[in-house]
């Protein structure tokens, strides 16, 4: 049986130094294009940007203490809500760079921006905004956070406060009419 997997499943994970000084914003996830993620228009095809973004989404859980072991003991990161915004082609090859900021966060609930930009060039190429939950899987309910993960969540919320949050975060989806 095939299933998607991350490009650090699989991998020890190292962890933060919560020493250092959080980046604003987090800088997780590189990858360049490949072949599987075109199509017949010869560019990323939108499914391979969620499937992007989802990387970044999981350097980020796995910095915050939510890797393999943590979710071998009952508990998960669920998506609530994407929405993903198309800027610009990226074609075969393309070195992509993510970030991701934190913009918000409660007990269980996260929500974040993430942002692709072409490495060459610096273009932005897409961006995503998610809400995300805690899950008690067995339960199969949200539930808050572990105080360990949620003191880490607080300090990457501290961090990025300064950050002024982007313009097209929470703006609804819609044709403009005139």
């Known amino acids: 049986m095939n299933r998607v997997t991350t490009p650090n499943e699989g991998k ?13 914003p987090l800088s997780l996830h590189r990858t360049p294009v490949v072949e599987a993620w075109t199509d ?3 560019h990323m095809t939108e499914s391979a940007f969620l499937l992007a973004f989802g990387d970044s ?12 072991a943590y979710r071998a003991a009952g508990s998960s990161i669920y998506t609530l809500e994407t929405r993903i915004r198309n800027l610009r082609e990226a074609h075969i090859g393309d070195p992509l760079a993510l970030t991701l900021q934190l913009i918000d966060h409660d007990a269980k609930r996260l929500h974040v921006f993430h942002a692709m930009t072409n490495e060459a060039d610096g273009a932005v190429l897409a961006t995503a905004e998610q809400i995300l939950v805690h899950v ?6 949200s539930s808050p956070f572990p105080p360990e993960i949620a003191e880490r969540i607080a300090a990457i919320a ?6 002024s949050v982007p313009a097209t975060v929470g703006v609804p989806l819609g044709i403009r009419r005139k």
Do not use: C, T
């Not at 020890?12 to 604003?24: E, S, Y």
């Not at 501290?158 to 950050?163: E, F, I, M, S, T």
């Open 12 to 24: 020890p994970f190292q962890g933060w130094d919560w020493a250092k000084p959080i980046p604003a």
């Open 40 to 42: 017949y228009n010869d």
């Open 136 to 141: 008690d899987m067995q339960a199969g309910r």
């Open 57 to 68: 989404s999981d350097a980020f859980f796995r910095m915050i203490g939510v890797d393999e």
């Open 158 to 163: 501290q961090a990025h406060a300064a950050l």
